[in-house]
Every structure is written in C-alpha cells, then in structure tokens.
C-alpha cells in the first residue's frame, strides 16, 4: 500500500518561511497536493501538482507559497514565505492516484505562525 509521510512543518514568527515535504512510497503518478485544516474552520485546498509539473494555487497562497515535485526521489514540496498567523493549521498532504483516482493522505504536520 501506498505510504506518504510529510515533514517540515513547525512554528514560525510572521514574514518567516517553511518547506513542507511529502515523500511518497510509490512512484508518483497522478496529482499530489496539501490540504490544511485550523481549529473550527474546514479543510481547505491549498496546492496540487501533477507528474508533469502542472500547479494550481489557492487564491490566498499564491504569490507566497510554491509547490513543486521530485519525481526521482517520489516527493512534492510546499515552499511557503511570508508565512502569516491565517496560515496556521495542520497541513496534511495527498495523492489522488491513476488510473482509477484512489486518494491516499498522510498524517499530517503542523504549521504555527506567531509571534
């Protein structure tokens, strides 16, 4: 079965920056993404991209965040700066699988922006 573990995640002041990683255990084909979820809002999509390196942004992301994909090394990044307090939540990572579109998700990490 399909395993993907995140990390990078942390607490950071305001302006500062994180990389989250998702390192599958199979190789990558399909699309691969975050998710993030805060205390009593609902799980929003933040970023996906494809194989081929095709990204879709959030709307409140864009300009700050980047994600991007190793396809050697099985593994999509989140690039995130000027990260801002809104920003904190638990970041859980996914991949939607071909050819029949079987999700998987990881555990999650959790990003804190304070000062």
């Known amino acids: 079965q399909v395993q993907l573990v995140e990390s990078g995640g942390g607490s950071v002041q305001p302006g500062e920056s994180l990389r989250l990683s998702c390192a599958s255990s199979r190789s990558v084909v399909g699309i691969m993404g975050w998710h993030r979820q805060a205390p009593g809002k609902e799980r929003e999509l933040v970023a996906t991209?494809?194989?081929?390196?095709?990204?879709n942004y959030a709307d409140y992301v864009k300009g700050r965040f980047t994600i991007s994909i190793d396809n050697a090394k099985n593994t999509v990044y989140l690039q995130m700066n000027n990260l801002k307090p809104e920003d904190t939540a638990k970041y859980y990572c996914?991949?939607?699988?071909?050819?029949?579109?079987?999700?998987?998700w990881g555990q999650g990490t959790q990003v804190t922006v304070s000062s």
């Open positions: 991209i494809a194989s081929g390196g095709r990204a």
């Open positions: 996914f991949l939607r699988q071909d050819p029949f579109d079987i999700m998987h």
